[in-house]
């Protein structure tokens, strides 16, 4: 059960979006794992992918497709990553798309792949084929519930959430949902995300929208420092209300922004909250850093540290493995003796040293909760930056040791 | 029980080197847990420290006593790394050194003091001075193999490895020790390492012979990322034999570096072996790269992943987890279909892809050997490097989790 989250919220509709969910019968039985998601003409549609250099052939023909025009379908499966497979596996993506355009009378570049699920298998294209009339057939604006379930893998859960913002004085429902239990398993390779508004939005404003959002929050979560080779998040804006478009610099478009950052934040906080084995969900906040590339790095260092992991999931206050991490961050010229530690508002390293007034028992308090603050302090400058992570359990280890056989 | 290393070897004797070890009550009971070494004058001493920025205090007064003069005594105490000390640390450090100073007749600044132990702690400054005069009373050439026990704290079993090489056609004895159980615990703050020839060496050459030798060994392993507060490594070069002082860029020179390199990558690859949790003893080489940067780049990326780790313990070759770790390696321009990958001499990717020549029954030969060789050919250059590291058990999570309870 991911923590501080039991099950998925309510998924407004969009209007310009229609999807359904198909047991295609890749890999697991008795369920969905084959989504389409219809975006109504006229759609524009922002993507960030994996930076990972082996990144996966659905990706790559993703990329490609965008790149040419405005796609018009996405089609997403679990179960199979279609990655380390070569130029075969290129070709089976392209079939897919091939596939999906003939019957639903489009071209195959305006069809986006995505796969998630294992790697170095062969895309079973077959059942794909066979399940696509079904999933035309069921395409509905209500479609995300089960969309979200059937992206899954090994979530324990279904992700997802809306919000409502207001755009020239008229309101837009804006839906995400997403899969992935903590950015690791490179091998069900691994988060994917969807996420669309009815409002009307320029092109490289959405793009610019998308990019300032996940570099916020996809892009700030940890669990142990594995990227996957199938990272996607996806934006579409339908316009589908016949609204004038959004323009970047504009208040609308702030408003979309802070509607899209809430959104990205809470979903890619959701993947931490169900991560493999986590019992625990930390922020690693770090306070006054000359800027924001040094304060990551120490929340980095701190995040993906085995020993501070380790020390969490036995709710061990222990200081000296949070101090070690920052002393071995490579922050130039650091003045350890400014350096101070928090977990929540117990101050426990002070001047580099241990707080004179920190009792243990302060510290095992803090710790014991399954939601922790570790904050740093640099007194270095005015930048802060934060990201989220978890512990590092035993069934961590399980999980990952055993999840082949 | 380390992987492939049951018990200390005879350590031989150095001429000019004089141990003692005795039981001060810093924090074990019923064992030894203190250290004299003492050096012949007109010894030569070498050393280098951890670059953790939060280093500990005796590594403050060890480094500034370095500077100024050649040691006559190493103080080494386990059970307590005085570090996170703060200032009155710093007095401590300074004060066991004068008080042994007092006691055999140098000045303080010719002792250099370490600690190893539990962070945080005041270093038990009267446990130590009562126990210099048995200390002192008990040096003895034939020390070592005690000493070896006496600077243990989380290792399962002593460590230490003898050699003799030639220099002007004279034989002499290389001895050397080390304390470390994978290089982790900040708070178990951790390898110590002491090496001793009785040839004679000039300064500088002695210095440089270190350095060489620390980068190719000990900066070229890792369990899980993690470096210490306390890290030293001295090399004591003592002419006791009356020997002419070997020059930099000699023939003598590089007999002596051949010698000093096989013994600190002995020792280096024994705290791997002895790595908390480790069953696995694993040499990630990356061939064929543009440089030892990239090279490094890619192995600690391999060697650092918790998913390659817990697939090494589950005896798993999973393939798709060591090319997700060189694609996100982050060398610029990888050409990811030139990437071959191997584990021992089985050839699991070839151009990017699974090999089609590759079987999971060849790969689980392989991953089912307790020591594995995993090879990365990047086809960019004439570069190599090499990193050793350990597998992710449960153990691992378990002895670090409970480590304070």
Redesign the interface.
Known sequence: MPIGYSQLPELLPVAGIRLASVAAGIRYKGRDDLVIMELAEDSRCAAVFT?????AAPVIVARQHLAMQQPRYLLINSGNAN????EP?IQDAQQTCVLLAEKAKCSAGQVLPFSTGV??ERLPVGCIEAALDKALAGLAEDGWKAAAHAIMTTDTVAKGISRIFEAGGQQFNLTGMVKGAGM????M?TMLAYIACDAAVEGAALQQCLNQAVEHSFNRITV??????NDACVLVATGAKGSARIKSGTADYRNLCEAVNGICEYLAQLIVRDAEGATKFVTVRIENGRDSEECLKVAYTIA????VK??L??S?P????I??????AG?ES?D?EKVSIFLDDVCI?R????AEDYSEQDGQRIMRQDEIVIRVQLERGNAVEQVWTSD???D???I??????
Chains 1, 2 share one sequence.
């Open positions: 930076r990972n250099a082996f990144c990655a380390g497979t070569g596996g790697i170095g690791i398993r490179p091998d390779a142990d420092g594995d990227t996957s080779t993906h540290s085995p020993l380790t020390a999931f036995a061990d222990n200081w000296g493995r101090l070690a991490a920052v002393g071995r922050i650091l350890i390293v001047s580099g040293a241990v590092l359990s035993h961590y280890v399980r990952n040791a055993e999840y082949r056989t």
